[in-house]
């Protein structure tokens, strides 16, 4: 298979706020059809067939993550959309709905996130 007749490949966990993140930029861009997408639902025997299969080719599996080019994995998601968006020829800083998931919903995740950790440590004894 020629890189030029390879299809990328992107993994994504439903709920998880950065598989949407790759997700709304790679329709926003208009880039889903170039991509097949591979989204599984945790606990299912299609999550487990997926860390299978993506166990020996990454250092940790984590999600997102894409088969980029032939062999080359990434599960950073600002590494994804920074490829699609090059491929696409756009500046996701350009994107209206792309933008205000950061800035808004993600954002907001982030922080709550950290918070719950903080809350965590803060009552976990010593």
């Known amino acids: 298979?020629?890189?030029t007749s390879f299809t990328p490949v992107v993994f994504l966990k439903a709920?998880?706020?950065f598989c949407l993140k790759v997700r709304l930029f790679l329709l926003e861009a208009g880039q889903l059809d170039r991509v097949v997408l591979r989204e599984f639902v945790p606990g299912t025997e299609e999550e487990a067939e997926i860390r299978g299969l993506l166990?020996?080719?990454?250092?940790?599996?984590?999600?997102?993550?894409?088969?980029?080019t032939p062999g080359?994995?990434?599960n950073?998601?600002?590494a994804i959309?920074?490829?699609?968006?090059?491929?696409?020829?756009?500046?996701?800083?350009a994107?209206?709905?792309y933008q205000s998931y950061l800035t808004g919903v993600f954002k907001n995740l982030g922080a709550l996130y950290r918070e719950n950790l903080d809350l965590k440590k803060r009552?976990?004894?010593a």
């Open 1 to 3: 298979m020629t890189e």
């Open 15 to 17: 709920g998880c706020p």
């Open 55 to 68: 166990g020996p080719v990454v250092e940790k599996v984590t999600f997102p993550t894409a088969e980029l």
């Open 72 to 74: 080359n994995f990434t």
């Open 76 to 78: 950073e998601s600002d």
């Open 81 to 93: 959309v920074a490829h699609f968006a090059e491929r696409a020829g756009v500046e996701p800083e």
């Open 95 to 97: 994107m209206p709905t």
């Open 123 to 125: 009552l976990s004894p």
